[in-house]
T-cell receptor, first 116, second 115 residues
């Protein structure tokens, strides 16, 4: 069974600074995908970034990048130049790539607060 | 692309009552998912449809829970004889294809409170 661990329940960061949100995962499968989602107070989960287990380059999407260290089984999210609108819950998730598996397993999340 | 729509946004019910939630996915998406999120936790997978076929169900989905997706369009999630432990946010998501890096588009959820 797969598991996602997010050890930072909450983080406070000054506006315009970079922030790293930690995520470690556990699986014995070799093929999987890792996701980060943002959940503002409105409740909707918003996709941020994806990294496949066989991708050699770290994924980037605008101000978001994923620091993927496969040997350490970590997939940390880096947000550069943080903005007030980045204040939200952030969830790391994993999906195994075996045929027919559609289940995303989420961590418990990190609440990020950006301070003006 | 009008996004995933869920109704109602909030539902308060008494223990023992039945409740039904509706999800309208993005129109061209053939995959639809239900997740449940309790306070302080990440979403947990409940069930998944490809078109009208329910292909996967979590063990979290007890016999009191039933989900349907007639005609492969909108979906309903019904909880019978609600219990206080059913209080949670019920999230619906859709996608156009499965597996790999396919991202899910989520709705804003239905917040259920069982008194």
């Amino acid at each position: 069974a797969q598991k996602i661990t997010q050890t930072q329940p909450g983080m406070f960061v000054q506006e315009k600074e970079a922030v790293t949100l930690d995520c470690t995962y556990d699986t014995s499968d070799q093929s999987y995908g890792l996701f980060w989602y943002k959940q503002p107070s409105s409740g909707e989960m918003i996709f941020l970034i994806y990294q496949g287990s066989y991708d050699e380059q770290n994924a980037t999407e605008g101000r978001y990048s994923l620091n993927f260290q496969k040997a350490r089984k970590s997939a940390n999210l880096v947000i550069s130049a943080s903005q007030l609108g980045d204040s939200a819950m952030y969830f790391c998730a994993m999906r195994l790539s075996n045929f027919g598996n559609e289940k995303l397993t989420f961590g418990t999340g990190t609440r990020l607060t950006i301070i003006p | 692309d009008t996004g995933v729509s869920q109704n109602p946004r909030h539902k308060i019910t008494k223990r023992g009552q039945n409740v039904t939630f509706r999800c309208d996915p993005i129109s061209e998406h053939n995959r639809l998912y239900w997740y449940r999120q309790t306070l302080g936790q990440g979403p947990e997978f409940l069930t998944y449809f490809q078109n009208e076929a329910q292909l996967e169900k979590s063990r979290l989905l007890s016999d009191r829970f039933s989900a349907e997706r007639p005609k492969g369009s909108f979906s309903t999630l019904e909880i019978q004889r609600t219990e206080q432990g059913d209080s949670a946010m019920y999230l619906c998501a859709s996608s156009s294809r499965g597996g790999g890096g396919e991202k899910l588009f989520f709705g804003s959820g239905t917040q259920l409170s069982v008194l």
